[in-house]
């Protein structure tokens, strides 16, 4: 995938509630997929790095809204 294209990150985010619980009420939490959608930044072995906006000043380009995933939870990356 080449770095600068707008892709789809599938992903997988922990669940935390407050309050009281049973344990069997805690134990029927699951983890929740999310897709977030961004320009891919860079990706090594340990993460990958998009951001949401990109704009652009007199020298460069400038990124907004960046989120770095660790690998370990991105369950797929296709590009849009």
Known sequence: MKIGSLVAVKWIDTVATDGEH???QALL???ITFVSYGILLGRD???TTIASTQGF???Q???RDI???PN???KS???V
């Open 77 to 79: 990356i296709k590009e």
């Open 45 to 47: 072995k340990s993460k």
């Open 22 to 24: 049973s344990k069997t």
């Open 67 to 69: 989120t770095t995933f």
């Open 29 to 31: 939490q699951e983890p």
């Open 61 to 63: 380009k400038i990124y």
């Open 57 to 59: 000043d007199d020298e």
């Open 72 to 74: 370990s939870v991105i």
